[in-house]
T-cell receptor, first 117, second 109 residues
Framework: DVKVTQSSRYLVKRTGEKVFLECVQD?????MFWYRQDPGLGLRLIYF???????EKGDIPEGYSVSREKKERFSLILESASTNQTSMYLC????????????????FGPGTRLLVL | KNEVEQSPQNLTAQEGEFITINCSYS?????LHWLQQHPGGGIVSLFM?????KKHGRLIATINIQEKHSSLHITASHPRDSAVYIC???????????WGAGTKLIIKP
């Protein structure tokens, strides 16, 4: 089974702190994604990466950066956390060797609920 | 207007009822996904469709490409089906998914 893990289930940080959210997948997936989920808004894509050291902005990249130094690990960084970044953050991966790009499924981690005070 | 609209937003039903959740979209797509999110945040992919119909246990998903519409059905619903059901479409022009806001389903015993 595909396994996507996130470093924390719950985090409480103060405004202005630098926050690191880590995501690791164990299925040799090419693509990794970071989303945030807020009530009534659904999932919104922050950044995604389709290869090591490659990254693309999603719909709401402002205030975030990402790092993909190794294929299995995709980090989301909040340089200076703000209260409007309080949210559920979900990591996903997709696209193993030989996958049909059109029909690939994204596999999600359990999520990190971040509270910024 | 959102490119992916789900209805209803909230649905409460009695155990055993037949459930239908709808998803309409306005863009050209290559595939549509139905996902399930339980309380606590974990998301599970249920179906991935590009045409026709798929069935898995008590779950059935259909898609009509011409009408830009998909439905997720649950037969013989059970309280453990209570979750948020999310529709997401993959645009035919890039890798990204566009997400619906979700339908919160509660099945009462």
């Amino acid at each position: 089974d595909v396994k996507v893990t996130q470093s924390s289930r719950y985090l409480v940080k103060r405004t202005g702190e630098k926050v690191f959210l880590e995501c690791v997948q164990d299925m040799d997936h090419e693509n990794m994604f970071w989303y945030r989920q807020d009530p009534g808004l659904g999932l919104r894509l922050i950044y995604f990466s389709y290869d090591v050291k490659m990254k693309e902005k999603g719909d709401i990249p402002e205030g975030y950066s990402v790092s993909r130094e190794k294929k299995e690990r995709f980090s989301l960084i909040l340089e200076s956390a703000s209260t409007n970044q309080t949210s559920m953050y979900l990591c996903a991966s997709s696209g193993g060797p030989g996958t049909d790009v059109v029909l690939e499924t994204q596999y999600f981690g359990p999520g990190t609920r971040l509270l910024v005070l | 207007k959102n490119e992916v609209e789900q209805s209803p937003q909230n649905l409460t039903a009695q155990e055993g009822e037949f459930i239908t959740i709808n998803c309409s979209y306005s863009v050209g797509i290559s595939a549509l996904h139905w996902l399930q999110q339980h309380p606590g945040g974990g998301i599970v992919s249920l179906f991935m469709l590009s045409s026709g119909k798929k069935k898995h246990g008590r779950l059935i998903a259909t898609i009509n490409i011409q009408e830009k519409h998909s439905s997720l059905h649950i037969t013989a619903s059970h309280p453990r089906d209570s979750a948020v059901y999310i529709c997401a479409v993959r645009m035919d022009s890039n890798y990204q998914l566009i997400w619906g806001a979700g339908t919160k389903l509660i099945i009462k015993p």
